[in-house]
């Protein structure tokens, strides 16, 4: 608690230097709570994931989650059987899993065939393209976008076939 109330008089003192408005303190301590905000839980344990190719102007076609927003992979990630090295919240804030209860998933472009789901051990299911899970990346601020490619030199757009994504 003692976090939220610093945080919550630093936000109030920066917006009153600022000669905005003052935020109330219920509107800091949500803001807090939930520092990912939406972009955390866009795809539900239980929806149905949706998957498109899309065109990046980064990097070329790629797949796509339901709102356009590149997918990516991990080449830290194990494929057979897959596996995500991406488990901890420092991780996952960052590359959101796509995730899918029991395999439901629809896909335009996408071979089905390539398609499938593991189990993450906190139990919810992630979807996998060709035998590596997918991720969305925090930082890309707009459908097409593509920043995340190449991040560490280990995570990369995901092509329709499963490979890296190649302009």
């Avoid at 998957?51 to 997918?71: H, I």
């Avoid at 393209?129 to 459908?143: H, I, W």
Wanted: net charge negative.
């Amino acid at each position: 608690m003692r976090l939220v109330t610093l945080l919550g008089l630093l936000l109030l003192t920066g917006a009153c230097a600022g000669g905005e408005e003052p935020v109330a303190p219920e509107e800091v301590e949500a803001a807090v709570v939930d520092p990912a905000g939406p972009t955390v839980q866009r795809v539900l344990p239980g929806d149905v994931a949706r998957l498109q190719v899309v065109q990046s102007p980064e990097v070329g076609a790629v797949v796509a989650d339901r709102e356009q927003y590149t997918l990516y992979r991990n080449e830290k990630d194990g494929t057979n059987p897959p596996s995500s090295t991406c488990l901890e919240p420092e991780c996952t804030l960052v590359w959101v899993p796509l995730l899918a209860r029991g395999g439901q998933f629809l896909a335009e472009g996408v071979d089905q065939s390539l398609l499938s789901t593991m189990k993450r051990p906190d139990g919810l299911e992630q979807v996998t393209l060709a035998g590596r899970p997918l991720y969305r990346y925090v930082d890309d601020e707009q459908a097409g976008d593509a920043v995340g490619n190449g991040v560490d030199g280990q995570w990369f757009a995901v092509a329709p076939n499963g490979d890296k994504a190649r302009p």
